[in-house]
């Protein structure tokens, strides 16, 4: 029982999180209510799942002798010799496996994706992330793929502004996280931190937000107005007649900004960028802010 409670640690579901970016060209394409597609995003959502817990493992295997210098990782469960290499191992094999053939049940276009983001997880952990600025872009690209993935899923394309949004947030984070490892444990437990320093860093996080938010305002401006149910127009047409031709989707706006800032500031202030993942599930401003975003775009987009 111990061997399987470290194993489900190993495999990190906290950090599956971050493939809910699968979800991205459903939602934003109008077609979330779509059996069919929902059906196949989600199991999609799961093959991602498999691959990335198979590439922690590969990586907490690799990266046991540095993560016993780190304070936290060395508490994983590989690095703490609770759960063994080879257990790990076999674990990773068959998780990729299993992945990869839910991949390709989903068409062969999906299968040739996920074999590209379970390449570039494992050559991320092999030598990516050993060298400057690969690292980051590397770690950006993993993002890109899971929101295109939605796309290949689908059939349906969301807006270039939109995709753009997601490429500099991405690097966002990135560097948020690389600077809160260099902040809080110096150069010692990766190498590509000794290519980095915390001006450097500063001036990157600085202009992927600024990125971020400029690319996020122009995909609410071009988005055309929604189609409002005959009540809400009528009520709009009576009351507020401009309303109708209002571009909606830019109300979200301000959760955007809340976000960013409040992710800059756990970043500069308490170095929890290191893992965005748990930033997001134990920080309530962050959390306000991705819900209220959320539940303004679903009004927007299947409400009104």
């Known amino acids: 029982m111990k061997k399987i409670k470290y194993l489900l640690v190993a495999i990190r579901p906290y950090q599956w999180i971050k493939n809910m970016a699968i979800f991205a060209a459903i939602i934003f394409t109008g077609q979330l209510f779509n ?7 989600i199991i999609g959502f799961f093959s991602l799942c498999l691959l990335s817990s198979a590439s ?21 469960p590989i690095a ?11 674990a990773a094999i068959f998780l990729l496996f299993l992945g990869l053939s839910t991949a390709y049940f989903l068409g062969f276009s ?13 050559s991320y952990t092999l030598f990516l992330k050993k060298h400057a ?28 502004w939109l995709m753009f949004s997601v490429i500099f947030l991405s690097l966002f984070i990135a560097s ?18 000794h290519h980095y320093h915390e001006k450097l860093l500063d001036f990157y996080l600085a202009l992927f937000a600024d990125a971020t938010l400029l690319s ?10 929604p189609s409002f149910r005959p009540r809400i127009f009528n009520f709009l047409l009576t009351i507020y007649p401009k309303g109708i031709d209002r571009k909606w989707m830019m109300i979200s706006i301000p959760f955007v900004i809340l976000g960013v800032m409040r992710y800059a500031q756990l970043i500069f202030l308490s170095e929890k960028g290191e893992q965005p993942a748990k930033a997001l599930a134990s920080d309530s401003l962050l959390l306000f802010s991705i819900l209220g975003w959320g539940i303004t775009i679903v009004s927007v987009l299947y409400v009104l």
């Open 80 to 90: 703490a010799k609770k759960l063994s290499v080879n257990t790990a191992f076999q």
């Open 133 to 160: 600025l690969w690292d980051i872009l590397s770690i950006a690209s993993s993002f890109v793929l899971r929101t295109y993935a939605g796309e290949v899923l689908t059939g349906y394309h969301i807006p270039v």
């Open 216 to 225: 996020y305002s122009l995909f609410t401006f071009t988005t055309p107005p």
């Open 176 to 193: 948020g996280k690389r600077r809160s490892e260099l902040v809080k444990e110096g150069k010692k437990t990766r190498k590509a931190l």
């Open 110 to 122: 999906f299968f040739l994706l996920s074999l590209i983001f379970a390449g570039l997880h494992f």
């Open 35 to 41: 059996p069919p597609l929902l059906e196949k995003t």
């Open 56 to 76: 922690y493992l590969f990586n907490d295997i690799i990266d046991a002798p540095y993560d016993r210098l780190h304070p936290v990782k060395k508490k994983r």
